[in-house]
């Protein structure tokens, strides 16, 4: 019953029940990626060309789509990695999940909510007031 609730009033898990219906009516199986995430394609958008969509293994993240097919989601590419020898280049990092919002997010030198101790203030910053 949880999921069947889940499934019909998130978006953000999964699918929703309208985009299962379209997916079983004009969806064609793609392909699936290292981190489950199954791609689709079929009918048209808007500008004429093939709808191409995701259907996320889990919380839908759109950082967790690989440089490979974020190239064919976003039609850079015609050809879907799974029908091409897709390497990556060895400049591109393997994928880290968008950790903003949680702990584990980037906390730059010096902001409030970094573990080490703030600098010691040195005395060469005068702050601004109003009406001086």
């Given at each position: ?8 009033f ?51 993240e ?71």
């Amino acid at each position: 019953m949880m999921k069947f609730l889940t499934r019909f009033f998130t978006w953000w898990n999964g699918q929703t029940f309208n985009t299962q219906f379209y997916t079983w009516r004009k969806g064609e199986r793609v392909g699936e990626d290292e981190f489950g995430n199954v791609y689709y394609q079929g009918g048209k958008d808007a500008e004429g060309r093939t709808r191409r969509w995701v259907i996320y293994n889990g919380y839908s993240e759109a950082s967790s789509i690989p440089p490979g097919w974020h190239g064919w989601m976003h039609h850079r590419v015609d050809t879907p990695p799974t029908k091409e020898d897709y390497k990556p280049r060895e400049w591109q990092k393997p994928h880290k999940p968008n950790l903003t919002g949680s702990v584990g997010a980037y906390r730059p030198h010096g902001s409030m909510y970094t573990p080490e101790n703030r600098p010691v203030v040195t005395g060469d910053y005068d702050a601004w007031t109003p009406g001086e």
